[in-house]
């Protein structure tokens, strides 16, 4: 949800800037280096997605050849990969923390609003620690489905696109 | 083993891996991983890159136009649109021979100018249309077929969301690309159509009849879709102009269509949680397949497969037709069982280099436009041929009452409709870039 928000804020930013920038004439002003926050909102909201995403069972996958294989191979099969998946948002968050020190040590800022980049980073390392978690319990509930054969602990189907 | 076996053994195995349900973005993303460790000999150059990546990746500008296109998408299918497009649309085409179903066509393309995603344009089309096509006593294949292949046109018809992909991967003007696949777009619908009235006179029994509406319903129903028109031509047509950046434009698109569906009332609370819950989970899956195939295409060229397979290709001396031809084969086969945006993103950046060192007589970023058009219409195909097409699921899914395998049946027509349209814009790639050439 909270990444939800800013990606409205980041829509509205982007609106009012454009209202901005057609009204010159009239004493207004676009509002400065807003594609600046646009990228860091951007950034924050997609990480923010990434637990959501996995939680309600979003990613694709090809289901084709294994649809026959019944329900416990399938079951199996959600437990490695959901391990899989914790694995790397494991590394992404891990790497994405080194990267935010490096910014910070840096003293890296942006072009125009002059704010240091690993501001927006650390708000994206919330969203990667999250979705580390998030998958580290779908590897618990599949775990538990592979056991029992059944779908547990909410997060319904929502289709892909 | 030396770098481009590496590189070619890459394929089998992430396919291995996708056909075990692994999540394509992640097996993209292990290969990659791994691949580009196995490359290099160390750990370090991954590592390292994996420190900046994951945040250039996802605070790219152009990429933030993917997430407002998803919630203009979103808001569209709750904003009522899609009766309105409907309602006008039959009233008009209704009483021919194949009418309602030329409506269901027709107002698929009309919503497909707001929503770039051809699954939420069949599920919502078909939540409109199909219990009307089911009252005026059309087949169950033929309501189903043509809805199924209206919803490809939501991809096809600009905004679209793999055209801002593609745009990104080979580095186009996304404007240039919308404009290109406008025509095309156009041309799909009325296909579609003829497709249907061919397909009436050959089956009289698979569509019934309407009374004529009235010169006054017409212009009324016409009228009620002008926010669709409006959204679309200020997206479009301001993005053309120059007023804003493709971004913005997407940041407008979403806007208005947020407050036409407010004020259609199809807007409360729930509906704005439920809008940015389906955005959240489409984002986070695309974004995430789209990480992986940064890493795994890094890892491709640290193989070097991308140059030395097109300096093979260009070498081996074969006409560039049938090079061009083989790879859109490559793209219907997949298609039957991968998703269009993970093709795309997968094979772009092995296909699009070969196919820049061919000739086909058109100056290179003419030749990517087009390309990029047609690599679409044959990827979209996917989404009505059986095993996989994920358009005939989501309609059938909603005609309880109609088998499967009649939906199949139903869509078969309309792919072949799809194959004699890629024929013509194979031969005549003035079709596709002529407005291009036109507005520029």
Not at chain 1, 101 to 108: C, I, T, V
Not at chain 2, 42 to 48: F, Q, R, T
Not at chain 2, 64 to 88: C, E, H
Not at chain 2, 273 to 286: Q, R
Request: proline share 4%; aromatic share 10%; net charge neutral.
């Amino acid at each position: 949800m909270a990444g939800g928000a800013v990606l409205i804020a980041a829509l509205i930013v982007t609106v009012v800037s454009i209202v901005g920038r057609a009204l010159i004439f009239a004493g207004l002003a676009p509002i400065p280096g807003d594609f600046e926050l646009v990228e860091a909102a951007t950034a924050f909201a997609v990480l923010a997605f990434m637990p959501l995403c996995q939680f309600h069972r979003g990613h694709v996958t090809v289901d084709l050849f294994l649809t026959r294989a019944g329900r416990r191979p399938n079951a199996l099969i959600d437990v490695a990969t959901n391990l899989a998946m914790t694995g790397a948002a494991g590394v992404i968050t891990w790497r994405l923390c080194l990267g935010m020190l490096d910014k910070r040590s840096y003293g890296e800022t942006t072009f125009i609003l002059q704010f240091p980049v690993w501001w927006s980073y650390a708000g994206a390392l919330v969203g990667a620690a999250v979705f580390t978690l998030v998958c580290a319990y779908t590897v618990w509930r599949s775990l538990d489905e592979a056991k029992t054969g059944e779908a547990r602990g909410g997060g319904k189907e929502i289709g892909a696109q | 083993m030396s770098h481009l076996e590496l590189g070619l053994w890459s394929f089998p195995i992430l396919l291995g891996m996708i056909f075990l349900r692994v999540p394509i973005g992640l097996a993209m993303l292990a290969v990659g991983f791994f691949g580009t460790w196995l490359v290099t000999g160390s750990w370090i150059p991954i590592l390292a890159q994996m420190k900046s990546l994951t945040y250039d990746t996802f605070s790219n500008y152009s990429l933030s136009i993917v997430p407002l296109f998803l919630l203009m998408g979103q808001f569209a299918t709750r904003g009522g649109m899609s009766r309105a497009l409907f309602k006008a649309a039959e009233t008009w085409l209704g009483h021919r021979k194949g009418g309602v179903a030329m409506a269901a066509v027709g107002a698929c393309a009309g919503f497909g100018a707001i929503c770039g995603s051809s699954l939420a344009t069949a599920a919502t089309m078909g939540q409109v249309a199909l219990p009307e096509l089911r009252r005026y006593g059309y087949s169950g294949a033929l309501a189903t077929g043509c809805l199924a292949a209206g919803g490809t046109l939501g991809i096809l018809i600009p905004p679209s969301v793999v055209l801002v992909i593609y745009a990104i991967l080979t580095e186009q003007n996304i404007i240039k690309l919308f404009m290109a696949a406008m025509v095309p777009g156009v041309l799909a619908a009325l296909g579609y159509m003829l497709t249907i009235a061919i397909y009436v006179r050959l089956k009289p029994g698979s569509a019934g009849q309407r009374e004529p509406a009235g010169m006054g319903e017409r212009l009324t129903a016409l009228v009620a879709v002008w926010p669709v028109l409006a959204i679309f031509a200020v997206v479009i047509g301001g993005i053309y102009l120059g007023w804003f950046t493709p971004t913005e434009g997407a940041a407008v698109g979403a806007a208005g269509t947020g407050l036409v569906a407010l004020a259609n009332g199809g807007l409360s609370w729930r509906g704005l949680g439920e809008a940015i819950t389906g955005t959240a989970v489409s984002t986070g899956m695309i974004f995430f397949i789209v990480l992986g195939a940064t890493v795994y295409n890094g890892f491709l060229a640290f193989s070097q497969l991308p140059q030395e397979a097109a300096t093979y290709v260009a070498s081996m001396g074969v006409s560039p037709w049938l090079v061009l031809l083989s790879i859109l084969l490559c793209y219907l086969v997949f298609g039957c069982v991968m998703d269009s945006l993970s093709m795309i993103l997968l094979t772009i950046p092995i296909f699009f280099p070969i196919v820049s060192v061919l000739d086909f007589g058109l100056p290179l970023e003419e030749m990517a436009l087009w390309f990029g058009v047609i690599v679409l219409i044959v990827v979209e195909v996917g989404l009505i041929t059986p095993p996989v097409g994920m358009n005939l699921f989501v309609i059938n899914a909603m005609a309880r009452e109609v088998p499967l395998t009649q939906t199949y049946a139903g869509a078969l027509p309309f792919v072949l409709s799809d194959m004699i349209r890629v024929a013509i814009l194979l031969l005549f790639p003035t079709i596709t870039l002529g407005l291009v050439r036109l507005l520029y």
